[in-house]
């Protein structure tokens, strides 16, 4: 059974980076693509980002394209997402998923097996 966690949130100045990071403890990551989530106060949970089970399929919100990448390594059971030029409007807090399938427009109906989130806030 997977139990995903994710890790790597903090408050970072508007132009600054992080690396979120998503585990798994239990069952391995390797046959599930693995979505990037986030939701901010008063808004629904939208899609980011995601990745195929073998790193070879991504796909970005608009939003983020040009400054988020996911990647993955499936010998640590992890997959990341290093976020650059962050802008306010990024804060939210940020979960990941697992699904079948990524699809260019990371539908959130389609993943399962949430992690609890990490806040992200982007303020100077």
């Known amino acids: 059974q997977l139990q995903l966690v994710e890790s790597g949130g903090d408050l970072v100045q508007p132009g600054g980076s992080l690396r979120l990071s998503c585990a798994n403890s239990?069952?391995?990551?390797?046959?599930?693509?693995i979505g990037w989530f986030r939701q901010a106060p008063g808004k629904e949970r939208e899609g980011v980002s995601c990745?195929?089970?073998?790193?070879?399929?991504?796909n970005y919100a608009d939003s983020v394209k040009g400054r988020f990448t996911i990647s993955r390594d499936n010998t640590k059971n992890t997959v990341y997402l290093q976020m650059n030029s962050l802008k306010p409007e990024d804060t939210a807090v940020y979960y990941c998923?697992?699904?079948?399938?990524?699809?260019?427009?990371?539908?959130?109906?389609?993943?399962?097996?949430w992690g609890p989130g990490t806040q992200v806030t982007v303020s100077s």
């Open positions: 239990g069952f391995t990551l390797d046959y599930y693509a």
């Open positions: 998923a697992a699904a079948a399938w990524c699809t260019r427009t990371i539908p959130r109906d389609d993943f399962g097996s």
């Open positions: 990745i195929s089970s073998s790193g070879g399929t991504t």
